[in-house]
């Protein structure tokens, strides 16, 4: 009697102390997530990104655009012109996959409604002044976490992958139900077990290779869900709606198909005798086939359960990203469709990339021409410019000091190259680019685009020609257009229609020093042959290339070299 009062003494102790050192380590885990969750907030994200990661990244909004969202987008050429992946970058201080997906496509979708905008940034603004409620729900996403390449989104898009699991329902039947065979006859029972047991696992490591592939996004699929839950019953004041809505679209899932699944896949990893009973009797298979099932009869609410989860992830990120910068302003946007002039002003506006950037401003209703010195800081100022104006309509955020424009679709034509595979060539590369820019001057919402060197592919006298026209063509259009151009003679032909600026520079010895500030006026400075002298060329080249282009400047055409006397020189083969 008393061993086994011992007996039963020492296994309560031994499961007390199992349940203990559980908490112990699930205490330790929570204060050691919450200690990183909040050293990270309002910092640079550190994430690390591989070479595949933003094309996994980017998929969502790819799809969303491939079924006809039917909304402006921020177009690849734009995109990559302004280097917007290390934005989002920038930007993303997201816990989970749905969150920087959502993010990405917000970047990439600029918003028209000022209802819309104003929701974000009331989101924005409480999870920045209420760290509490902030932290709780960071701690719910980071339990998601990040898993690239899922590819989530595939269920919602396109036709559903058949999987037919019944059939497994009724060998997992037979198989239970075989060993009543043995009361009649013990030899055919027994053969019967021994049969079913031998098929079922068969059929199970066959099938198995069928829906690996399907394992991790599936699983992703029911950790959403389950997030989706713990975020409405959270309780957090500021997300009532958000909660509510969560809730409404989780509760229409089928809970069985959701657990099932779960406990089958990811709860008895460390029950290895759970794993002969799993394969006997083919639940994962079931589990799988049902919780497909419910994915596609529940599609709908499934992406509007990424898309809410998502969104308040992507909210969360932008308010680090807030909290981070020295300075910034929510931008005052205004719909100029034909009600009044196309504008656009800003105060100290800076690059969000660049550490201590040069704050400029600009405050004007006319196309703008900038002419400027090499590496003056001209095509730093059209990317701050078109950067800012995509944040005051994706997140409602603006580095600088003060922001006023109109609604804008944004597009820019700047790091454009040579297509050797499709045989195009830079300057019939240009025009195609500047020419999708013309097609959307008539669109109701105005167009802000920039350029950086028009039509820099081609000879002189046909590039001021050409670009002339195209710049007066903008001009009349329902456009604000930044250029920037070496061509000095435009800013002079251009005069009336529109505003000249410049950067400029100064030396200080053999050195170049450049402000970087946005000057009125055109350029009265060249530093091209300059630069030469800086970095080493002969006396007599520069002297001689500055006294061509002074010569030019005095007579208006260009003089031919005389030949030289003396010897020629022969390369020898």
């Known amino acids: 009697m008393a061993d086994g009062i011992f007996y039963v003494c020492a296994a309560i102790i031994a499961i007390a102390a199992i349940i203990i050192s559980r908490k112990i380590k699930a205490n330790q885990k929570r204060k050691k997530l919450e200690q990183k969750l909040t050293s990270q907030w309002g910092r640079i994200p550190a994430d690390d990104y591989r070479d595949t990661d933003m094309k996994a990244i980017s998929g969502f909004f790819r799809e969303l655009i491939h079924n006809g969202a039917g909304t402006f987008f921020i177009d690849d050429i734009t995109w990559n012109d302004l280097d917007m992946d290390r934005v989002f970058r920038r930007i993303n201080n997201t816990q989970s996959t749905v969150g920087e997906e959502i993010l990405y496509s917000m970047l990439r979708r600029p ?59 009724l060998q997992a039947v037979a198989l239970l139900l075989s060993p009543l065979l043995m009361i009649a006859d013990v030899t055919a029972g027994f053969v019967a077990v021994v049969g079913l ?46 909660a509510g809505r969560l809730e409404d679209l989780s509760g229409r899932m089928r809970s069985f198909s959701i657990n099932s699944f779960y406990q089958l896949f990811y709860q008895t990893g460390d029950y290895t005798f759970l794993e002969p009973l799993k394969s006997m009797f083919l639940l ?198 930044i250029a920037a151009t070496h061509d000095i003679e435009l800013a002079e032909i251009l005069k009336n229609l529109y505003d000249n600026y410049h950067f400029t520079e100064r030396y200080e010895g053999d050195e170049i020093k450049f402000e970087y500030k946005l000057l009125p006026g055109k350029s009265r400075t060249h530093n091209a042959i300059k630069l030469l002298s800086v970095m080493g060329y002969p006396d007599h080249i520069v002297k001689n290339a500055e006294d061509r282009a002074e010569k030019f400047l005095e007579e208006g055409r260009w003089h031919a070299l005389q030949a030289r006397q003396g010897k020629v020189r022969v390369m020898q083969k």
């Not at 007066?472 to 329902?478: E, L, Q, S, V």
């Open 111 to 169: 918003a028209f409604d000022e209802r819309e905008l104003k929701e974000r940034d009331r989101l924005i603004e409480y999870f920045r002044k209420n760290p509490a409620e902030r932290l709780e729900l960071q701690k719910i996403l980071a339990g998601l976490g990040k898993r690239r390449n899922t590819q989530v989104y595939g269920y919602f898009f396109g036709e559903p992958v058949t999987f037919r699991y019944r059939r497994y329902i």
């Open 197 to 242: 047991f031998v098929f079922n696992m068969t059929v199970y490591y066959k099938s198995r290779r069928e829906y690996e592939i399907y394992l991790d996004s599936l699983g992703y699929m029911a950790d959403m869900v389950r997030c989706s839950r713990k975020i409405a019953a959270a309780g957090i004041p500021g997300i009532k709606e958000y």
């Open 284 to 481: 994962e298979l079931i589990a799988f086939g049902r919780l497909l099932e419910t994915i596609y009869e529940h599609r709908q609410a499934l992406r509007g359960i990424y898309e809410t989860v998502g969104f308040l992830d992507s909210m969360i990120s932008a308010a680090s990203y807030r909290e981070s910068l020295d300075f910034w302003t929510v931008p005052e946007l205004n719909a100029c469709g034909g009600a009044g002039p196309v504008s656009l002003s800003f105060r100290d506006a800076c690059h969000p990339l660049i550490e201590n950037a040069v704050p400029n401003s600009l405050d004007t209703v006319r196309p703008v021409l900038i002419t400027g010195s090499n590496a003056s800081g001209k095509s730093t100022f059209l990317k701050t410019t078109a950067i800012n104006a995509i944040l005051a309509q994706t997140i409602y955020t603006c580095v600088a000091r003060e922001y006023r424009s109109c609604y804008f679709r944004v597009f820019t034509s700047m790091a454009l190259k040579d297509d050797l595979e499709g045989n195009t060539s830079y300057y019939v590369a240009e025009i195609n680019s500047l020419k999708r820019i013309m097609d959307n001057l008539d669109g109701q919402v105005p167009v802000l685009s920039v350029i950086d060197e028009v039509l820099r592919g081609t000879n002189t006298i046909e590039r001021i020609a050409a670009s002339t026209e195209i710049l007066r063509h903008f001009a009349g259009g329902n456009c604000i257009l």
